[in-house]
């Protein structure tokens, strides 16, 4: 809004992330986030990036997410190959380009 952005790290949405990392269901959550279908989430973005050293990672779910209808608006995927579990130590400077692209464009 008017160029401004607000930073915000949604701990409860961390922590359902961390708890279905293993069962990979992510589909509803971000569906509803980003459809403007949960409290709070009209006008929410989320930039989901993943670990490309992470095998956890199975093309089944990466296939899955691309099908939600939000994504390439307001859901983004971005993997970023050298990096493993601490993708912030591993590819600090692809993490923060990311960052930076993501606020620019919304600015536009």
């Known amino acids: ?5 607000d930073w915000v790290f949604d701990l409860d949405i961390a922590n359902e992330l961390v708890d279905n990392f293993a069962d990979q269901d992510f589909d509803t959550m971000i569906h509803e986030i980003t ?4 409290d709070g ?7 989901l990036v993943m670990a490309g050293r992470n095998k956890e990672w199975k093309e089944d779910v990466v296939s899955s ?16 190959e050298n990096a493993g579990h601490w993708v ?3 590819a600090v400077n692809e993490l923060t380009q990311l960052m930076v692209d993501g606020l620019s464009n919304t600015r536009r």
């Open 1 to 5: 809004k008017n160029g401004e952005h």
């Open 35 to 38: 459809s403007g279908s949960s």
């Open 41 to 47: 989430a009209l006008d929410s973005t989320i930039q």
């Open 65 to 80: 997410l691309r099908s939600i209808p939000t994504f390439g608006h307001s859901f983004h995927m971005h993997k970023l």
């Open 88 to 90: 912030h130590v591993d």
